[in-house]
Structure formats: structure tokens, C-alpha cells
């Protein structure tokens, strides 16, 4: 069955400092993956994802992240987080067919200290 | 312009009334779902339209009812709620069903929904 797993429940990271939030997928076929962001009392907003071609990716706000299919990962990037980036962050991998779901992992909270 | 609408932001309802959730888009989406996030959770999906036919329905009870007008709106009405649906709805929508074949799915501000 297709599944996200993020290891990471909640992150602290300083603000100028780099990031990388971790994502795994389980899935039998070629994964379309996505990462969305989501502020506190807000909705989700992709921030980018991944169908095919270049396995890295470039999103809005500076993000970018990886596929890699030998260690089915899909990471996230950013070089130099803002305070702004103080976010729930979620990645997800579509299920595919003319139906086929989002699946989405449980999120990883994001801290950003002064 | 990858915009998806909800009104209200806030709704708050008691268990015996009868309210609305609304969600506009104007992407030409012909696929359009709604979502129920409670804290601290992902997001879980409840029902999907597809080319305005309600397609999927993630056995969702019946004080739930969607109805989808036309291609640019989708409604969720709600009737008889009970303290646990208190979540936040989100709207989404996509060029066609489903997240496979290169289709993705964006999603809207969100509806606040607490019953009391």
C-alpha cells in the first residue's frame, strides 16, 4: 500500500540557518510527490513537486527537494530559512488513476529561533 | 492564478442548525474536492467531483451533504453536526480527477467550522 512517512515531528532550526525536512515514500510506480506548506490558520500551498525529468526541484520561497528512487526520498531544502518559514510542512505522494488520492504523511512543525 | 475561494472563513453552529461551506474556482478545474483537518493532522478527504458528478464519497455520514451547482462552485452542507466535526474544511481543486499523470491539486484557505 502507498505511504509518506516524515521522521520528523517538529524541527528547531535557527533563523539564516539551512534546512532539510525529510520525506519517504512507499510506492509501487513512478511517485508523483508534492510538498505543501501550511501557516498557522491557513490552508495548504504547494510548494512544489515532482512528476518526472530533473530529480531536483525548484519551488517558490526557496525551496527546492530531491528524488531519489534508490532510497525512495523526496527531502526538502532550503539554504537559509526565515522566520517566516515557521510553518507545518507536509509532503505527499499522489496515488494515481483517474481517482487516485493525495496520501499524505503526518507533517513536520517548523520552528525558526531569532 | 492558482486561486480556490471558501467562504466562510469562521462558522460557528449549533447541533441543531443548518449552514453552508462555499468554494469557488475559476481555473477551469473539472475536478473538485473537499477535505476535513483537524489539529495536528493531515489533511483527510471526504468527498471528490468529478466533471460536476459526485464520484467519491470516503463514507462520510450524512450530515454531510456536498452538491456541486456547477463547475466552478462546490457546497458542503451541513445539518444536525456534532461537537467532534469541529475541524477546518478545505476546498481543492485540480484540472482533472485524481493526483497521478502530472495533475495537481490546490487548495483553499480553509473554513473554520466549530459546533457548540
Known amino acids: ?114 | 492564478d492558482t486561486e480556490v475561494t471558501q467562504t466562510p472563513k469562521h462558522l460557528v453552529m449549533g447541533m441543531t442548525n443548518k449552514k453552508s461551506l462555499k468554494c469557488e474556482q475559476h481555473m477551469g478545474h473539472r475536478a473538485m474536492y473537499w477535505y476535513k483537518q483537524k489539529a495536528k493532522k493531515p489533511p483527510e478527504l471526504m468527498f471528490v467531483y468529478s466533471y460536476e458528478k459526485l464520484s467519491i464519497n470516503e463514507s462520510v455520514p450524512s450530515r454531510f451533504s456536498p452538491e456541486c451547482p456547477n463547475s466552478s462552485l462546490l457546497n458542503l452542507h451541513l445539518h444536525a453536526l456534532q461537537p467532534e466535526d469541529s475541524a477546518l474544511y478545505l476546498c481543492a481543486s485540480s484540472q482533472r480527477p485524481g493526483s497521478g499523470s502530472g495533475n495537481t491539486i490546490y487548495f483553499g484557505e480553509g473554513s473554520w467550522l466549530t459546533v457548540v
Open chain 1, 1 to 114: 500500500a502507498q505511504s509518506v512517512t516524515q521522521p520528523d515531528i517538529h524541527i528547531t532550526v535557527s533563523e539564516g540557518a539551512s534546512l532539510e525536512l525529510r520525506c519517504n515514500y512507499s510506492y509501487g510506480a513512478t511517485p508523483y510527490l508534492f510538498w505543501y506548506v501550511q501557516s498557522p490558520g491557513q490552508g495548504l500551498q504547494l510548494l512544489l513537486k515532482y512528476f518526472s525529468g530533473d530529480t531536483l526541484v525548484q519551488g517558490i520561497k526557496g525551496f527546492e527537494a530531491e528524488f531519489k528512487r534508490s532510497q525512495s526520498s523526496f527531502n526538502l531544502r532550503k539554504p537559509s530559512v526565515h522566520w517566516s518559514d515557521a510553518a507545518e510542512y507536509f509532503c505527499a505522494v499522489g496515488a494515481g488513476g483517474s481517482q487516485g488520492n493525495l496520501i499524505f504523511g503526518k507533517g513536520t512543525k517548523l520552528s525558526v529561533k531569532p
